[in-house]
């Protein structure tokens, strides 16, 4: 009876073991990027279609790494900020869009990090909300991407989303969002720590929203969150991009489509090359 009890135990423990060992095994073979001539890129997905990483690599002769996904997190950003090589170039856009959603709406699929996971608990964030974290998380993922796609150029923008959905998102401050940029703010410093060169990067909203924001109670707070980040990642340099409004350069109300995405890639890649930490802001049109 006591053989049977102890060859049970030892599986029990042996199971989790094996998994554990495994899941770190490929978590490294897929996400040890070396900092070397590289630029790390984060964001969401105005990041992702924003952005041409192959004519970015071109332009700049860097290779390029990219974690921006389609509603990326600050869980996301977290794991990114442990994964990125001391003494790397990162470029970082941390959206309005990133901030006010919902947080059970964030990606969280960047795989399991216990730095992460602390750093949630400690800005109030549920162990139920963890959990929801972690049942996405049972398989390691490929963090880091070298090519995304663009969005086609057409003449008038896609409205995927009714405009009432942002009158209602900037209605009032949500109550999680001091948390949140709180842990954007821990998530600059790690990088600091690690001795890397940050950009930041401000992607721009369509025209027809511009009144939305303007007039919202969150506004206040996410341009004071800006400035924060900027200085707590010594971007105190401030490039403006005006896009040539000519043609059409969004493809929906948050996303350039590629005429957009082009210019950005003009505008910042000079910029990089020559190591001049910025801060990019992006203004669809005068």
């Known amino acids: 009876m006591l053989r049977f009890i102890y060859k049970t ?28 001539d590289s630029l790390f890129i984060w964001g969401d997905s105005q990041t992702y279609q924003g952005i041409d990483l192959k004519e970015l690599k071109n332009k700049t002769g860097k290779e390029i790494h990219t974690t921006a996904r389609h509603g990326a997190g600050v869980y996301d950003f ?17 959206s ?12 969280n699929r960047s795989g399991i990090s216990l730095y992460a996971l602390k750093s949630l608990l400690n800005n109030n964030y549920s162990w139920s909300e963890i959990f929801q974290i972690l049942r996405k998380n049972k398989r390691p993922t490929r963090l880091f991407l070298s090519n995304t796609t663009m969005y086609d150029y057409a003449d008038s923008i896609t409205i995927g989303e009714p405009i009432e959905l942002f009158e209602n998102i900037y209605k009032t401050v949500p109550s999680y969002l001091n948390d949140k940029q709180n842990l954007y703010i821990e998530g600059i410093k790690q990088l600091k720590s690690k001795r890397c060169k940050i950009y930041l990067i401000d992607f721009p909203y369509h025209k027809l929203l511009n009144g939305i924001e303007n007039n919202s109670p969150i506004k206040n707070q996410t341009d004071v969150f800006f400035e924060k980040i900027r200085i707590e990642a010594n971007c105190i340099k401030l490039d403006s991009l005006y896009l040539n409004s000519e043609k059409q350069v969004m493809h929906d109300l948050t996303h350039l489509n590629c005429y957009g995405a082009k210019q950005v890639l003009e505008f910042i890649g000079e910029k990089i090359k020559k190591h001049e930490r910025t801060t990019f802001c992006i203004s669809n049109g005068r």
């Open 9 to 36: 135990l030892l599986f029990l423990i042996l199971i989790p073991l094996i998994y554990l060992v495994l899941y770190i095994s490929v978590d490294l073979f897929f996400n040890s990027p070396k900092a070397e």
């Open 78 to 94: 977290l794991v990114f900020v442990e994964k990125v090589p001391e003494n790397s170039e990162v470029l970082i856009a941390i």
């Open 96 to 107: 309005k869009p990133v901030q006010l959603r919902r947080k059970e709406m964030d990606r």
